[in-house]
């Protein structure tokens, strides 16, 4: 099984990333504290040690985040966020039409919330300077990100982006070295997210409706993803699937939202008639709590790269991870994991739809290999089985 760390990086060559320019460290009067990222789920949660950091750094410290729709869901969860304000910002993509209006709207509340500073969270291909521009208009008197050019008056913190030309870091450590830049660390780089006993217990009802039960061992498997480069064939999740029913006995819980579910029904179709028993359709059936509850009791998640594979590192559940070559960032983190890929030239191409028509990153991984892989963490992490019966030999594998 090949390893991400092994594949050459996007841009030039495989030199580290070069230090931040020093910078002086906030001292205690820096309270207030706007953290901006507004692109997706996955995003905020990796960058939860960043926040830790900032927060640990300084007693008393208040963070507040401005977050997309993803974003500001996840806020209750986050334990180092005290609220967020929702912003849709026109630098985002996919957004919807919208007018100047609300963005002064924002400017001016940002004003009136008088924050002692701003950081500025984002992927290397992401320009930081319309948020930044913003914070500067709000009068947020420290603003920090990392940048390519000369910011100007627009950052008075600021760190050079390499990335990718002279290689790239995991999003999570990303996000650290820019909060470090200001003196802010953390022993602690574990990802977080809060579970609350209101949502195990939404989970275990929602679980009983489908008379599943939720004391029994079960597998989660998620075959959907915002962009189609990322989405493994639903035929061979089906396929792996039947394989795990087969070798473990075990429930395998099929999760999406309401656009993904002829994804979660082509996969069940592919698993055959008798590992389909086991298979449980749950399309759009939790709201995010609940979906974090079910992430937090799998034995396994089995997930393309995106919002579970990210969550379950959060809460520290083994995941296998479908990994699309289109961005070398973005993998498990600091939890029990397996990352299948085949390696392509076309590496790296941080497209939403496979430019070169093959998708051979993703179908080049038997579904075999994405069995093994769930059984291997299963095994190491002591939950082979847990006294499920296996499944009758007479189980077939259909590849669809």
């Known amino acids: 099984m090949k390893s991400l760390a092994l594949l050459p990086p996007p841009g030039a060559a495989h030199a580290p990333v070069a230090a931040s320019r020093a910078l002086a460290p906030w001292g205690d009067d820096v309270k207030r504290i706007l953290c901006v990222r507004t692109d997706n789920l996955g995003d905020v949660l990796m960058t939860t040690p960043a926040f830790h950091a900032l927060r640990d750094a300084c007693p008393g410290r208040h963070l507040t985040m401005l977050a997309s729709t993803a974003g500001a869901t996840l806020a209750p969860f986050l334990p180092d966020i005290d609220d967020v304000i929702h912003y849709e910002a026109p630098w985002s993509r996919s957004r919807p039409p919208r007018s100047h209006p609300a963005d002064l709207a924002i400017r001016a509340l940002l004003e009136e919330r008088r924050f002692d500073a701003a950081v500025i969270f984002t992927v290397y291909s992401q320009n930081p300077l319309p948020a930044a521009t913003l914070c500067y208009l709000a009068g947020i008197p420290h603003r920090l990100a990392r940048c390519r050019e000369n910011p100007y008056a627009l950052l008075d913190d600021w760190v050079r982006e390499t990335e990718p030309e002279q290689g790239t870091q995991h999003e999570v450590e990303r996000q650290l070295t820019l909060v470090r830049a200001v003196g802010a660390s953390t022993n602690d780089t574990r990802m977080r997210m809060r579970m609350r006993e209101l949502d195990r217990k939404t989970l275990a009802a929602t679980l009983a409706r489908r008379h599943i039960d939720a004391e029994i061992p079960f597998i989660v498997i998620h075959p959907g993803a915002s962009a189609e480069s990322r989405r493994y064939p639903a035929e061979r999740f089906g396929a792996a699937a039947a394989q795990l029913v087969l070798a473990t006995g075990m429930n395998v819980l099929i999760t999406g939202n309401q656009s993904e579910a002829p994804l979660i029904r082509a996969a069940i179709d592919a698993a055959g008639p008798s590992a389909r028993p086991f298979m449980h359709d749950l399309t759009d059936a939790f709201d995010l709590g609940a ?110």
Do not use: M
């Open 291 to 400: 979906f974090a509850a079910l992430i937090e009791r799998a034995t396994v998640v089995v997930s393309n790269n995106s919002g579970p594979v990210h969550i379950a590192c959060a809460l520290g559940t083994p995941v296998v991870d479908l990994y699309a070559l289109t961005n070398p960032q973005h993998g498990p983190w600091q939890t029990p994991h397996r990352v299948l890929f085949n390696d392509v030239e076309c590496r790296w191409c941080y497209r939403s739809v496979c430019p070169q028509g093959h998708h051979a990153c993703l179908r080049g991984i038997p579904p075999a290999d994405v069995a093994k892989a769930a059984l291997d963490l299963l095994d190491e992490t002591g939950e082979p089985a847990s006294g499920a019966q296996p499944a009758s030999n007479a189980i077939a594998t259909h590849t669809g």
